[in-house]
């Protein structure tokens, strides 16, 4: 496979997240043309002196330099800003008619994935959700490592080019990221429960313990190293946060009421002295919490090769690495083998993890023949 997946990658938003992958693109031993689009003439000017990108402009002067002129797939253009800025940035690429392969790094997709219909029909988008950042943001807090064995989520559809979802998770992976495939109408769901809730819920333990302290501040004297721990993320960007809640609000309400479903069982519980009922909520929790991984550190010795025979259908990309997502196994690398102009193997080199039972009784449920060998 090329050890380049892509020849230039143009990073829309020189920020935290932007900055990061930038600069982690450029320290690949056979790196990209990495280029920033940026409005900010002082951030662009630190992102060139630093080496985090090749050459920065702003917007009009990036496309009158023909940067989205691609017309072979070779240009990666990542939108790294708010959802209201990618999704103005896709009406541009759409007027452009940008045909190289474009992603993002929102939080949320529903919005995004309406936008991209503005794209040309050459375009291929495939959404992305990087599970990584910092409470710092702006091109001075950029980190190469940023996304060092962080989950980075890419979202293909049904439409999804097979060749251009395999050199984006290679990019990815080479990046130290753990990538896990998510169709898109579910991605909101998921990330409201692992991720903004979260957030909610540490901000609202803050503001209880700032309340119950009143003019006080005994009770704020009190919260010592796990109560400092859960609520961490409660200091985040009030503005950053009040756009994702915003851009997520269905997904993130539903999980409230989730969250205050699961409270209530709890209350009742301590309403009733019900010490057995308490003891199993809590046992619960304690035994899926023990079971996430501290670190994911998969044995390449024990690496396997999931050989499937494919023809061109819609939706094939993403069914196959949506079934190794709900098997919990892990792709370290997609090899694309064309036989004739319609038919291909498409091999998936598996780490150790997730359950290849599952995995191989999803995909013969879908329809295909697979090959599962160690490698």
Known sequence: ?????????????????????????????????????EPSAEAREYAVREGIVDEALDADDAVAA?????????????????????????DRLGTLGFAGVVTDVASTKSGVFA????????TVFIGGHPMAGSERSGVTAANPDL???????????????????????????????????????????????????PHVAASALTNLAAQRAGDGREVLRLAAGGFKDMTRIAAGSPELWTGIL???????SRAIGDLVDQLQELRGSLDAGDL????????????VRRSLPAKWVPAT????????????????????????????CNIEDIEIDHQTEDRAVL?????????????????????FDTDLRPL
């Open 246 to 252: 915003s851009d997520n609000a269905l997904a993130v």
């Open 301 to 328: 010795a024990a690496l396997s090769v999931l050989s499937i025979p494919m023809v061109d259908r819609p939706g094939m990309v993403g069914t196959i690495t949506q079934a190794a997502a709900h098997s919990g």
């Open 276 to 287: 057995e009922a308490m003891r199993a909520w809590l046992a619960r929790a304690a035994e």
């Open 347 to 367: 091999r998936l080199v598996l780490t150790d993890e997730g359950d290849f039972d599952a995995l191989l009784g999803e995909l013969s449920r879908e329809g």
């Open 147 to 197: 996304f060092q064995d962080a989950y980075y989520v890419l979202t293909p559809s049904e439409t999804t080019d097979a060749d251009a979802y395999r050199r984006l998770h290679a990019l990815v992976s080479s990046l130290g990221a753990r990538v896990i495939a998510v169709a898109p109408a579910l991605h909101d769901e998921a990330v409201a429960v692992v991720s903004h809730v």
């Open 115 to 122: 936008a991209a219909a503005a794209l040309s029909p050459s």
């Open 1 to 37: 496979m090329n050890s380049r997946p892509f020849d230039t990658v143009v990073v829309v938003g020189v920020g935290l997240v932007g900055g990061s992958f930038a600069a982690a693109a450029r320290r690949l031993p056979q790196h990209p043309r990495v280029l920033g689009v």
């Open 66 to 90: 023909g940067w989205f002129a691609d017309s072979d797939r070779g240009t990666l253009v990542l939108l790294a800003a708010p959802v209201q800025g990618i999704v103005a940035w896709l």
